[in-house]
């Protein structure tokens, strides 16, 4: 029987995903195998094994052989906040399994998690469009090479896009149960289950949490004869999403006697001392990755060359020397203490004061745009100023096309949404997508790859 249209009035319970699967199993398995194919050319050829990777496996190691999660300084292993527990567990469980530091290991788990993680998106298109779309989909997410490339970089990415597919096709298996007047609590647990998975990897799993809140309310108002089981279902979600948190929250008051549920904003520990007013000018210019990279994770700690600044970062002569001379003494020490921070701090308020409207409304929203639409590079051997081809012309060109593949991902996307049929609670997702930019605009992306 033809399936209906997502949008139909007429409610029918879609095929089993496993019917699905078998009756277009070459499909499946074609495109398992270029799955597997991708991301194995990504292990093979870009491994990805630096900065962050090595903050979670020193607190993996920790935790492991010395029962402190923490991190190891010169005076010895000290206890840390500055990493939720999911991730440094995954490596710890993966460290046990396979060997200390066994990163390679770590990756092939990885990729087997996002190859899965393919299925469980597909299962979501089934439910919401069809089960034809169900098969594309599954192609695009098989074939996708960005998050094939975070699949060979020990870092959370690959768990957090995982755990959001689940909790999100969780949600939308429990609203169809609702509104085929049964209740699933199985969904609705294993919704709550992932979702505080994806909060215990990273903060910003919290998102998906709010969305998840904010559609319940608004079928709470739309549909008065189901608000008791959407309560109940809000609530069963909330408490199995925020309970692992509360051996966390009480472990923070112990060790540093501070109320910490999640991870502090800036990454850093408490004896540590935070830049600030540092991050609050970099926040009057920055708009691209490059800045990223080139100024903002050089310091401290690194020479730093301000004329890679953007015309943007000064607005006239006096402030050219104020900044020149600032960075001028940073070059001396390689550190940023309270007296450089205060000068950056004021050197912020200064710009904010005279154009308030680039602070606030026009450098967020360029930011939300450059992650948007940017080449996808950071995972790769090349050059982050991609605009830039007569200093690089291969990288360049190379970076051009990474940038017009993420284009095409993004158009099918839109064209999905806007040509139909329109996805059943496709509010749901636009919720999560929604709170995502307000979320990245509110901390000004300056951490593009956390």
Known sequence: MREPEANSSLVIEPLPFWRVL???RKWFVGFTLAALALRLLFYLRFPHIAGDSLIYG????????QGIFGLTHA?????TWIRLPGYPAFLAMCFTLFGREHYNAVLLAQIAVDV????????????????KAAQFVFALAALCPFTANYAVAPLAE?????FTAVALDAAVAGFMHLEDGSASWKAWICCGVAVSAGVQLRPDGGILLAAIGLFLLWRMWQRPAERMQLFWAGALVLVIALMPLVPWTVRNWREFHRFEPLAPRYASDPEEFVPDGFDRWVRTWMVDYASTEEIYWQIPGSDVDPSLLPARAIDNAQEQKQTQAIFDDYAKSHFVGPELNDRFAQLARQRIQRRPLRYYVWLPALRITDMWLRPRTEMLPLNSRWWEYADDTQDCVLATIWGALNLLFISAAAMGVVRGPRPRFLALILLFVLRSEEHTSELQLLRHLV
């Not at 005076?75 to 206890?79: A, D, F, I, L, N």
């Not at 899965?116 to 089960?131: H, K």
């Not at 690959?158 to 995982?162: A, E, H």
């Open 22 to 24: 078998l009756e277009h």
């Open 58 to 65: 020193d607190i993996a190691r920790n935790w492991l052989d």
């Open 75 to 79: 005076e010895g292993v000290r206890p």
């Open 116 to 131: 899965v993680g393919c299925f469980v998106i597909a299962d979501l298109a089934r439910r919401t469009v069809s089960s």
């Open 158 to 162: 690959t768990l957090s896009i995982f």
